[in-house]
Each structure stands twice: as structure tokens, then as C-alpha cells.
């Protein structure tokens, strides 16, 4: 039984298996099998808001012919207090595989355990997987091997998409710079856990200067609302714009993983002149998950 629970645990093999045949799906993609998952049932339980992640995941599914039920948790009784594990137990008796959004990563971590199903953390307060797969598979079909890149993400370091990006950098062997002020850094311990090339600092100049990718996301993650005053205020200087993009290589990527907030982690116009990039980004979402899927159930 394969799960995606986090990229930490995903060996560099195994990623780059995903990140093959995400290349091969979406080149066939109207003309491959859809047979994989015939006469199974998959649900997406969602405790979090998800534009991409539900519509690639539903449409990803579907595509390998599985029926698929999404359970927004507030509707089930797990939004009422029923425990994670029995919640797990009674999905595991039924269906075949389970998606995931939620807050706390131990949360999938003891769905995937007492269910039994082939899981897929779909975003936790602390990883960000799927996203980070389809991204490096944006990378790759546009510039290349992923050896010896320069990633730089700027903004609130300390959330789940720059900490998977943490992971994948230890794997796959390319420079990750995070640029984020004291406060939004990822946690020391988990720096020195993942070991890898990543670089942490308050200077954006320095992070970003000849760097082949720029990435940021929104500087308020789910879950964090209560603090936004203190977020827009702390993370102000942190913006991927027309200044920050001059310093980088000529050719860099401008990658956004989605929902975007102009004026804020990104502006508009900088935003714009690099949307194909980035609405790349989310249809890759697709194909990456379906590789995903296909690893985990092979
Ligand atoms: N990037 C991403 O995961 O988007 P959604 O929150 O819309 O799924
Ligand atoms: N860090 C963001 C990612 C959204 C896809 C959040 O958790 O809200």
C-alpha cells in the first residue's frame, strides 16, 4: 500500500517516476486507459477551501474511471467531533482511496493508518505535495533537469508550500533560497532534518539574484486568517515585482501556486506577463496527480 503523505518520505526514485509519467498523461491524455481505477470509489475529504486541488483531483479520478464522492468535512460528522480514526475505519470498509485536506499533518498521517486506503495529503498546514510535483514538473517541461537550478521563494517561508519545496530540494538536488523575514522562516530543526541545499534569509536581493525560478504564495495560508493584519504588515517588503524579477536571470520563471492576491505576494503586472507560466502551473495540477495516483495504485 503507497501513500502521498509528504515529500519527505517520497524517495528520489519515486519522484521522479511521478514526475515522468505526469509527461506521459498529459501527452496522451485523451487517448490513454481509463480502466486504472473502473468500479472504484474514491472521496476527497476536504476541511479546507480548494479550487484546483478538488476540480484536478475530481476530473484526475474520473479520467481513470473511478466514481468520486467529495465530502466537505463540515458535512460529515467528523465536523462534529468523530474521531479522525474511526472516521478512517468506516471509509476504509468502502471505498478505495481517499484525498485529503486538513490542518494538521498527523491528521492524514492517522487516516492513511487506520483506514487502510491508498491516501493523498491534498494540503496540510505543513506540506503541500501534490502542488510542489506538479511544480517541479512545470520546471522540468520548460527549462530542463531540476540539477543545478536555482529556486527562490519569497514570502511567509514558514508555510506548507515552501516546507515541501524543502524536501523536494533535498531530493532532487537543486538550490533552494527562501527569502522571508524572522518569523516566517521554516523551523531550524526542520532545515537540518531535510539536510539539502537550501539557503534562509531576510535579504531578497541576495535570494534572488540569478535565480531560475521565482515562486511565492499567498502571505495568509488557511487557517491564519485571525493574523492578517500582522501578516500584510510583516511580510510587506516580500513581493515578486517588476524589480525583483530584473535581478533573477533574464529567462526565470515566475511560478505562483494559486489563489493569487495582485498587490500583495505578487502585482499585477508581473502577475500577468508571466499568467501562462503560471496557469500552466495549475493544469499540471492534473497530470501530476494522475501520475500520483498511477504510482500509488501500480
Ligand atoms: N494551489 C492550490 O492548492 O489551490 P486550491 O487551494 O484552489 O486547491
Ligand atoms: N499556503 C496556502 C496554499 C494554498 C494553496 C494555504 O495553505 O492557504
Redesign the pocket.
Known sequence: MKNLLSLEKLERNDMETILGRAAVFKRDRATHSRTLLAGQTWALIFS?S?T??RVSFEVGLREFGAQVMFLSAGEIQLGRGEPIKDTARVMGRMIHGAVIRTFAQTDVEEFARYSGLPTVNA?T?SE?PC?ILADIFTITERRGPMTGKVVTFIG?GA???PLSWVFAAARLGFELRIAAPKGYQPPAELLQRAGGNVVVTEDIAAAVRGADVLYT??W?????EQESAQRLHDLSRYQINDAVVKLARPDALVMH???AYRGKEIDEATFEAHADTIFTQAENRLHAQKAIIHWMVS
Do not use: A, E, I, Y
Open positions: 479546507k480548494s484546483r486541488t494540503l498546514d503541500h502542488q511567509d508555510c506548507n508550500v504564495d499567498v495568509v495560508s488557511m487557517g491564519k501556486c494559486l489563489p
